[in-house]
């Protein structure tokens, strides 16, 4: 993030809710920095890892996190999940058991945590993530090889850890996992690494694979999107639990207007700082009208805020 984004935005730690292709009306929660994070994966949607790091810490003082989740569940805001997600890696706050613990105690809506799952290694780490309803931890490649090419994990993670310690969460943990396989065209798509990733899902056993490829700009240039037909194929290897996310592919989901709440430049650029959307992504996460929403992102990018970056022929917005 460019020093000038830096003041001009004031740190908020919910977003949304943004339309989640995996999870509906996700109403996110951001506790770690941008971007500090165990890996680097060449599709990274938020750019480069500034800060590459395994180690946990209270990221975010969870007292106000908490309070500012208030103030949306006080205006009644209408979410399929509360998502732990955003700038970083979630699983290295500190405190995130005892978050999780007191979000749930606010409301009936459920949690989710969206996780690299690197570090279920760490038992702290699993009884903290034990507590939610349900974990969407990713596994890109089963190999050494692989998952060091695609995901830039820091030194000294081992795939072979990352595996055993999902597939020791699997065993005590009573919640749903839906793992999330990111295919990357040249780096995950031949039939010995898919092949190696199957092996690695029959440990883990989660209750659903969601199959992913690029939809949106990404870390590194010239990552390629896997086509569809190349997909199914990886989908039926991989088994009768898995489905393809289809990327843009929102339904009819639109985020609620909150009565008398009015959506602000900041929302806009709030949920940008998370990822880059395009204008519909804006119109249906935020609740805005078209107008009001090209209004927005007019302004936002006159200050040099946000930029248009060009990929699979939509134009999406992303925080400089
Ligand atoms: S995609 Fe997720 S795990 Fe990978 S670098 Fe980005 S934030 Fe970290």
Not at 78 to 88: E, F, K, R, V
Not at 192 to 210: E, L, M, R, Y
Not at 227 to 238: C, G, V
Request: aromatic share 6%.
């Amino acid at each position: 993030m460019s020093d000038k984004n830096k003041k001009n935005t004031e740190k908020r730690y919910v977003f949304g809710p943004v339309p989640s292709r995996r999870l509906g009306l996700s109403l996110g929660v951001d506790i770690i920095p941008f971007k500090v994070c165990p890996l680097d994966c060449v599709y990274c949607q938020l750019g480069r890892t500034t800060e590459k790091t395994i180690e946990r810490s209270q990221y975010a003082p969870i007292e106000d996190v908490l309070a500012e989740l208030k103030t949306y569940l006080d205006r009644k805001v209408q979410a399929d999940y509360i998502t732990l997600s955003g700038s970083g890696e979630p699983t290295l706050h500190s405190r995130l058991g005892e978050l999780i613990e007191k979000i749930k105690s606010m409301t009936d809506i459920p949690v989710a945590v969206l996780t690299n799952g690197v570090l279920f290694y760490d038992e702290s780490v699993r009884a903290d993530c034990s507590k939610a309803d349900l974990v969407l931890p990713s596994l890109d490649g089963a190999g050494q090889e692989e998952f060091e090419k695609i995901n830039r994990p820091y030194a000294g993670i081992s795939i072979e850890n990352v595996v055993a310690g999902l597939s020791e969460f699997r065993r005590q943990y009573k919640g749903r996992i839906w793992l999330e396989v990111f295919i990357v065209e040249g780096f995950n798509t031949e039939a010995g690494q898919i092949a190696k990733i199957k092996s690695a899902i029959a440990k883990i056993k989660p209750d659903k694979i969601q199959l992913n490829s690029v939809a949106r700009p990404t870390a590194d240039n010239n990552i390629k999107k896997v086509d569809s037909k190349r997909l199914l194929e990886i989908a039926n290897q991989l088994g009768q639990d898995c489905e393809i996310i289809t990327p843009g592919n929102w339904g009819n989901k639109t985020s609620p207007m909150y009565i008398g709440i009015k959506r602000t430049r900041q929302d806009v650029l709030d949920m940008l700082r998370r990822r880059p959307c395009s204008l519909e992504d804006l119109c249906r996460g935020l609740g805005l009208v078209r107008n009001e929403a090209v209004k927005y992102i007019e302004s936002l990018q006159n200050e040099g805020l946000i930029q248009a970056v060009e990929t699979e022929g939509i134009v999406y917005f992303k925080s400089l």
